[in-house]
């Protein structure tokens, strides 16, 4: 029969779900994946979500083992936020291009160009230049992080140009910014947005922030992933075209089964939140490594930057729920 190979598929994948599942509760382990991950890691999370979920849960887990399914400075910011529990990443190789943009030492010759400057750095950065910044900022939170500096500060971004004009559009505050990117995200084209808003005229346009600025000009919502997520869901409209990478359809489909999700460029694949498999989410469980590890003094610095993101964050929510 012609479906037998895929019935013994998924047969073989849901084996190692339940073997990981089982190791998981074994090692007291906590399971985070990005929203971008392959669908079947993401079946098996603890939680699927963007950077700020993932980093607000990882800083709140009573696990001692911290599995960190998506890219290396994910993990870092785990192990930077719990230095008390073990964090591992399956494939220590998924780095992010974008992060690899800036490093340490050029953020310091910035800040010394720029000695009145705040620095906030995207969560998508290394540990050595969150450890080298004032503040962290998300795609989720980037706008609520720069207005929480006063109005006569000026604010230094990195190293996403993208998000630091969509978040200089937004505000009031004076911004400037490194010159990063997503490939994934910058090379999306208004061209290929029309041609998409032409065959679903009634589809509503989400995109993320990481896209380039004539791109946002035609989005009906700028939205970080769980952002896209939550707002599909409450949405009446049936029809959305996702400008993010492809990996997001997924949980997208799965919360709201009754419409239709359309990617505002099929080619939108991140090929390192592609890595990571469940074979090596099952060897890293089996052998608890590879481990990350974060030098202490980088760690207490990074911390720092991070940890006043959150309370902003942790304050905002606050606010909204006494109104």
């Given at each position: 029969m012609?479906?037998e190979?895929e019935?013994r598929n998924?047969?073989?994948i849901?084996a190692l779900?339940?073997?990981i599942?089982?190791?998981?509760?074994?090692?007291?382990?906590?399971?985070?994946?990005?929203?971008?991950?392959?669908p079947e890691v993401?079946?098996?999370?603890?939680?699927?979500?963007?950077s700020l979920?993932?980093s607000?849960?990882?800083s709140?887990?009573d696990?001692?083992?911290i599995?960190?399914?998506?890219?290396?400075?994910?993990?870092?910011?785990?192990?930077?936020l719990?230095?008390?529990?073990?964090?591992?990443?399956p494939?220590?190789?998924?780095?992010c291009?974008?992060a690899d943009?800036?490093t340490a030492?050029e953020l310091?010759e910035?800040?010394?160009?720029?000695?009145?400057a705040?620095?906030?750095?995207?969560?998508?950065?290394?540990?050595?230049?969150?450890?080298e910044?004032d503040?962290?900022c998300?795609?989720a939170?980037?706008?609520?992080?720069a207005n929480?500096v006063?109005?006569?500060?000026?604010?230094f971004?990195?190293?996403d140009?993208?998000l630091?004009?969509?978040?200089k559009r937004h505000?009031?505050?004076k911004i400037?910014?490194w010159?990063?990117?997503?490939?994934?995200h910058?090379?999306?084209?208004?061209?290929q947005?029309?041609n998409v808003?032409?065959?679903?005229?009634?589809?509503i346009?989400?995109a993320?922030?990481?896209?380039?600025p004539?791109?946002?000009?035609?989005a009906?919502e700028?939205?970080?992933t769980?952002g896209?997520i939550?707002f599909?869901?409450?949405?009446?409209?049936?029809e959305f075209?996702i400008g993010t990478?492809?990996?997001?359809?997924?949980p997208?489909s799965?919360?709201a089964?009754d419409?239709?999700?359309i990617p505002a460029d099929?080619?939108?694949?991140?090929?390192d939140m592609k890595?990571?498999g469940?074979r090596?989410?099952?060897r890293?469980?089996?052998n608890?490594?590879p481990q990350?590890?974060?030098p202490?003094k980088?760690?207490?610095?990074?911390?720092?930057?991070v940890?006043?993101m959150?309370?902003?964050?942790?304050?905002?929510?606050d606010?909204?729920?006494?109104e």
């Amino acid at each position: 029969m012609k479906t037998e190979p895929e019935t013994r598929n998924q047969a073989h994948i849901k084996a190692l779900q339940e073997k990981i599942r089982d190791l998981l509760d074994k090692r007291n382990a906590l399971l985070l994946v990005h929203n971008y991950q392959r669908p079947e890691v993401q079946d098996i999370a603890d939680l699927c979500g963007d950077s700020l979920e993932l980093s607000i849960k990882a800083s709140q887990t009573d696990a001692e083992v911290i599995v960190f399914c998506g890219v290396h400075f994910m993990a870092e910011t785990a192990c930077i936020l719990c230095p008390d529990k073990k964090v591992l990443i399956p494939v220590p190789t998924a780095g992010c291009p974008m992060a690899d943009m800036i490093t340490a030492k050029e953020l310091k010759e910035k800040r010394q160009e720029m000695p009145d400057a705040l620095v906030i750095s995207y969560v998508n950065t290394t540990a050595e230049v969150k450890a080298e910044s004032d503040l962290c900022c998300t795609s989720a939170n980037a706008i609520q992080i720069a207005n929480s500096v006063e109005p006569s500060i000026q604010i230094f971004m990195a190293p996403d140009k993208n998000l630091a004009k969509y978040t200089k559009r937004h505000t009031d505050r004076k911004i400037s910014y490194w010159d990063g990117y997503c490939p994934v995200h910058n090379n999306l084209s208004v061209e290929q947005v029309r041609n998409v808003k032409k065959a679903h005229p009634e589809a509503i346009f989400l995109a993320h922030p990481e896209c380039p600025p004539d791109v946002l000009d035609l989005a009906d919502e700028v939205k970080s992933t769980s952002g896209m997520i939550a707002f599909a869901t409450n949405s009446k409209k049936k029809e959305f075209i996702i400008g993010t990478e492809i990996g997001i359809l997924y949980p997208l489909s799965k919360a709201a089964p009754d419409k239709l999700f359309i990617p505002a460029d099929p080619n939108m694949i991140c090929a390192d939140m592609k890595k990571t498999g469940l074979r090596d989410v099952l060897r890293t469980l089996e052998n608890m490594k590879p481990q990350v590890n974060v030098p202490v003094k980088t760690r207490l610095k990074a911390k720092e930057a991070v940890e006043r993101m959150l309370a902003i964050h942790k304050k905002q929510k606050d606010v909204l729920a006494n109104e």
